[in-house]
């Protein structure tokens, strides 16, 4: 079972929008630096965005910045993704992950301790 639950995918079309949410009940996900993945078939787990703990700073990938962003949630324990003006390239399984870390986050997946088992987005016309 993960530690971390991610919602929030779906079909979209090109230029539309989703908001990615994950949530957990095991951890206080303040205290923890909170990374977002993505991974389709045959390519490597890449590093789209991260939120340092405390929500002290964020970071991006170049192909996703201006593009996505990351936050604490409203709601108490959970973090967004909200994607704008999504391509096709977008098309993955996306997965957060948390990393027990109080300095600037990275975009490294080595470093995350907790996984979600990943929401599809697909990004099509």
């Known amino acids: 079972q993960s530690t971390l639950v991610e919602s929030g995918g779906g079909l979209v079309q090109p230029g539309g929008s989703l908001t990615l949410s994950c949530a957990t009940s095991?951890?206080?996900?303040?205290?923890?630096?909170i990374g977002w993945f993505r991974q389709s078939p045959g390519k490597e787990r890449e590093g789209v965005s991260c939120?340092?703990?405390?929500?002290?700073?964020?970071d991006y990938a170049d192909s996703v910045k201006g593009r996505f962003t990351v936050s604490r949630g409203d709601a108490e324990n959970t973090v967004e993704l909200r994607m704008n003006n999504l391509k096709p390239e977008d098309t993955a399984t996306y997965f957060c992950?948390?990393?027990?870390?109080?300095?600037?986050?990275?975009?490294?997946?080595?470093?995350?301790?907790?996984w979600g088992q990943g929401t599809q987005v697909t990004v099509s016309s």
């Open positions: 992950a948390a990393w027990r870390y109080s300095g600037s986050c990275k975009r490294d997946r080595y470093e995350y301790e907790y």
């Open positions: 939120i340092s703990a405390f929500g002290g700073s964020t």
């Open positions: 095991r951890l206080t996900l303040g205290n923890y630096a």
